[in-house]
């Protein structure tokens, strides 16, 4: 059967001139991943794709096509049309209640993705594939109930991975609230002033036993009110900025490339191992902070946990590498790479042409922090937000395999060498 006999192309969707409604962009959609990562709000002028939850966005224009730039649509209000890049191709399913996430797959197959590939028509760097010239690919004539429980058996394994990208969001945005409360709120020292917290009385984020670490006082400094007895320091005080690390040339190493960061997680893809050029250096526990515009103004951020024990890994040049100092533990670098102020005063110090502009280390050593000066602030605040970012290992190295496992069946599902019993008992060992 033919693709177009399961799907209308870029549908005729009613949506008015002028009208505010939710709107796509290609930055939203991850590479490899079903989810759309943001939604906006942007007025309609008349052009562009046109699409409902349930539709596929497929990215018809080189690069975004080859790395993989392809969605399947929620989280619209229900029954709404949103508008997007004039670069997708919308794929919806003639029957949704059955092909809805059939199509979806059949999109992400690497046969299918290749057939457009080769399909591709324009000057280099700006090759795009139409709609009529993918309509043709073929697939297996499977029965309806079969295309029904691909999709059900596949997007099993999706919903575990939102579900555990969903839990790391969570707990990552635990530790930054906590981290905004000790450190740039001082919210524990103002709850003692205002007599809402009192010895051996525990409030939200603040249990009893941490009563006695902090001051009961604000006093003045340069940066306005901080605890007494902290300090107004450099950054570069508590953190090293881009640390000595040997690695000799030629020496295959695992390698985080810049594409690898999130903008939102503190969680890169999976390393690669490489032969050693030239770039940054880092281990474990180090924070990557990206240097260069776009990716530095659009939060493009790691804190590294997944290199083999003891290794040193390596990447772009356009890497900012912290490491925390003792006794502060290694996600307070993370932390503050992604603090609202950091970034600020990193984005304001940029230099260099337009598109290329850079901001160097000494600039975000030379931030000034309020720090405690007991060890047991630190001590504290490394037994709350440690285990945090534990668990987001375990929840990203689980999306990991989990991703393996659906990029594995999925070729194999949409054509036929699998059958679907026989996928739903692999799938239900591993979910």
């Not at 649509?73 to 029957?95: Q, R």
Request: glycine share 8%.
């Amino acid at each position: 059967m033919k693709l177009s006999d399961l799907v209308d192309f870029n549908p005729k969707r009613p949506l008015g001139k002028g009208a505010i409604t939710s709107f796509i962009e290609m930055a939203d959609l991850a590479e490899g991943e079903r989810d759309v990562s943001a939604i906006g709000n942007r007025i309609f002028n008349g052009g562009g794709s046109k699409f409902k939850n349930g539709d596929t966005l497929f990215a018809r224009i080189t690069p975004c096509l080859e790395n993989g730039k392809t969605a399947k649509v929620s989280g619209l209000p229900s029954n709404a049309v949103g508008h997007g890049s004039t670069e997708f191709i919308v794929m919806a399913a003639k029957d949704p209640s059955v092909d809805e996430d059939f199509v979806y797959y059949v999109a992400r197959h690497p046969e299918f993705r290749a057939y457009a590939k080769g399909r591709m028509e324009g000057t280099s760097g700006r090759q795009r594939v139409s709609w009529q010239a993918i309509a043709n690919y073929e697939i297996p004539d499977f029965s309806s109930i079969e295309r029904k429980r691909i999709g059900s058996v596949l997007s099993s394994i999706d919903n575990c991975v939102t579900t555990n990208r969903r839990s790391n969001e969570t707990l990552e945005e635990m530790a930054r609230t906590l981290f905004k409360a000790w450190f740039v709120d001082f919210a524990p020292v103002r709850a003692k002033m205002d007599g809402r917290w009192q010895r051996g009385q525990s409030l939200p984020g603040l249990p009893a036993h941490l009563y006695d670490i902090f001051p009961d006082r604000l006093v003045e400094s340069e940066l306005g009110e901080i605890p007494e007895g902290w300090e107004s320091v450099p950054a570069s005080r508590l953190i090293s900025f881009n640390p000595t690390e040997s690695l000799r040339k030629g020496m295959e190493a695992p390698y985080i490339e810049m594409a690898s960061l999130s903008t939102s997680g503190c969680w890169p893809k999976p390393p690669v191992a490489r032969p050693f050029g030239s770039g940054m250096r880092f281990r474990n526990g180090d924070t990557l902070l990206a240097r260069i515009t776009p990716c530095l103004e659009n939060g493009k951020t790691a804190f590294v946990q997944c290199l083999p024990e003891k290794s040193v890994g390596w990447g772009s040049t356009e890497y900012i590498v912290m490491r925390t100092k003792p006794p502060l533990p290694s996600e307070f670098g993370y932390l503050l790479a992604r603090d609202d102020a950091f970034r600020e005063q990193a984005i304001r110090s940029m230099t260099g042409t337009s598109g290329r502009q850079r901001v160097q280390a000494d600039s975000v050593a030379a931030f000034k922090l309020a720090s405690p000066s007991s060890d047991e602030v630190w001590n504290s605040f490394s037994r709350t937000v440690a285990p945090q970012f534990r668990s987001i290992k375990a929840n990203a190295e689980a999306i990991g395999s989990l991703a393996q496992l659906r990029d594995t069946l999925l070729p194999k599902l949409i054509s036929g060498e699998l059958r679907v019993p026989d996928a739903e008992r692999i799938v239900g060992v591993a979910v």
